[in-house]
Nanobody, 127 residues
Framework: VQLQASGGGLVQSGGSLRLSCEVAGRPVRKYHMGWFRQAPGQEREFVAAVTRSGGTKYYADSVKGRFTISRDNAVNTVYLQMNSLKPEDTAVYHC?????????????????????WGQGTQVTVSS
């Protein structure tokens, strides 16, 4: 399984970016998907997640109301629309495919329940 994240870049505070994560090698419709981010010197943290069908979405409190996760199973891609960006959103953003069989509704925020990760895309928000 290969995940290719794209769409990052440099943006001013208050701006928007849309990240994409294209999955190759597996039909993404079979998997829950997550976005995480990692700033320099910090641990990887949960940002957003979406269930297989797209019917349930989860967000970190820090991004709720500003970020929207979505998926298009027909093109094996998951998206993260990021609005009202803040300097503290600066990080490398990674997408991930979940490990089947987990209690996802209770563990979606943990890196432990994801088997495959993309290389990440850098998001930098200037003040």
């Amino acid at each position: 399984v290969q995940l290719q994240a794209s769409g990052g870049g440099l943006v001013q505070s208050g701006g928007s970016l849309r990240l994409s994560c294209e999955v190759a090698g597996r039909p993404v419709r079979k998997y829950h998907m997550g976005w995480f981010r990692q700033a320099p010197g910090q641990e990887r943290e949960f940002v957003a997640a979406v269930t297989r069908s797209g019917g349930t979405k989860y967000y970190a409190d820090s991004v709720k109301g500003r970020f929207t996760i979505s998926r298009d199973n027909a093109v094996n891609t998951v998206y993260l629309q990021m609005n009202s960006l803040k300097p503290e959103d600066t990080a490398v953003y990674h997408c991930a495919v979940d490990r089947p069989g987990t209690n996802y509704s209770a563990t979606y925020y943990s890196t432990d329940v994801y088997d495959y990760w993309g290389q990440g895309t850098q998001v930098t928000v200037s003040s």
